[in-house]
Every structure is written in C-alpha cells, then in structure tokens.
C-alpha cells in the first residue's frame, strides 16, 4: 500500500524567512503533486513532478523530486502572508491519487 | 476555475438519510474521480470512472456507489448517512484513464453536513 509522509503538519513562519516542507512515500510513482488549498476551497495544482532530478520553481515556491530517495521538498523563500493555506502532496498511480496529511502553513508578520 | 463544477455546494441532512452528489467534468475529460475529505481521514480517493465504466476503486464504503453517464457526468449516491460521512467530497476529472500525465483538476466540493 503507498503510503505518503509529509512534515510538519503545522508550520508557524515569519514573514521574509525561509522554510522547507517534506515529502516522503512508500513505494515508486507515475508522478508527484503539489496542491495548495485555501480553507473550505477546491485543491490547486501547484507543481506536477515526472522524474528523477525534476525542480519546478513558481514565484517563491520550488518544489524538487528525488526518486531514489522516494523524497519531494517544497521550499518556501521569503515567506509572505498570501502563501498561508494548507499544502499536500500527493502521488500518482494509475488513475489514483494518495495525498500526504497536508501541512498548515501560517506566516505571521 | 478549474472547469468542472459540483453540485450542491453544501447539503445538511439527517442520519439515515441518502443525497446524491453530482460532478460535471471538464469539457473533453473522460475522467471523472472522487474524493473524501474529512478531518479524521485527510483527503482520500474514493473511485474513479473512465468514459462510463468503473476503473479504479479506492476506499469507498459499500454504502456509498456512483456512476457515470453517457454525457460524462457523474453521481455520487451515499446511502444510510452517518455522522462520520459528514465531509468535504471533490469530484476531479482528467483527459485520460490514469498513469503517464495525466493531470486531475478538480471541482470546488460539496460539503455535506449530517445531523
């Protein structure tokens, strides 16, 4: 069974600082996802990973994949107050997605 | 916007009852996935349809089926409801069947309340 492993589950940030959330799972993929959700809103795609190696960079957020180490890093640079939300990722098989427990992001001022 | 939309938004009702949920995918997708998401169980994939017929199946109770239609949309029927159904339920859908890239864009939810 995959299983997928984030943390932290809950990050306090200040603003300007950098921060680094972490993903790991179980067993191989067909690819990685990075969601952000908003409270009680839909999941927005952040960064789609593919391959071993792989490093998307959006704005302040990049996000890499390590396939040999089963890993994906998201890394938050200078933190600001609009990028607090909850963050998962999330792993492809088939048709089926297994998202890790999601971290709450907060940056404070 | 991701394209495909949900209804209702929200939907309050009693233990007991049955509600069906409905999904409309994006213009084009064959897909049409759906997903649980409660705070004592995370997000979790429910079941998936391919242009009409069953594809994947995950952790859906037997109380709950679904399916899809001719013109794509989907229904999710969840019967005998108890207060632990109550959840944020995401329809997504995709171009294609699943693996290689094969994106998921997924719907605003349906919030379910049960009392």
């Known amino acids: 069974e995959l299983k997928v492993e984030q943390n932290p589950l809950f990050l306090s940030m200040q603003e300007g600082k950098n921060y680094t959330i972490y993903c790991n799972y179980s067993?191989?993929?067909?690819?990685l996802y990075w969601y952000r959700q908003d409270p009680g809103k839909s999941l927005e795609s952040l960064f789609v990973?593919?391959?071993?190696?792989a490093v998307k960079q959006e704005g302040r957020l990049m996000a890499s994949l390590d396939t040999k180490a089963r890993l994906s890093t998201l890394h938050i640079t200078a933190a600001v107050h609009d990028l607090s939300a909850t963050y998962f990722c999330?792993?492809?098989?088939?048709?089926?997605?297994?998202f890790g427990q999601g971290t709450i992001l907060t940056v404070h001022p | 916007d991701s394209g495909v939309t949900q209804t209702p938004k929200h939907l309050i009702t009693a233990t007991g009852q049955r509600v069906t949920l409905r999904c409309s995918p994006r213009?084009?997708?064959?897909?049409v996935y759906w997903y649980q998401q409660s705070l004592d169980q995370g997000l979790q994939f429910l079941i998936q349809?391919?242009?009409?017929?069953?594809?994947a199946k995950g952790n859906i109770l037997e109380r709950f089926s679904a399916q899809q239609f001719p013109d794509l949309h989907s229904e999710l029927n969840l019967s005998s409801l108890e207060l632990g159904d109550s959840a944020l339920y995401f329809c997504?859908?995709?171009?294609?069947?699943?693996?290689?890239?094969?994106?998921?864009?997924f719907g605003p939810g349906t919030r379910l309340t049960v009392l």
């Open positions: 997504a859908s995709s171009v294609g069947a699943g693996g290689g890239y094969n994106e998921q864009f």
């Open positions: 067993t191989t993929s067909d690819r």
């Open positions: 990973l593919l391959s071993n190696g």
């Open positions: 999330a792993l492809a098989r088939g048709g089926k997605l297994t």
């Open positions: 213009s084009g997708d064959l897909s």
């Open positions: 349809y391919y242009n009409g017929e069953e594809r």
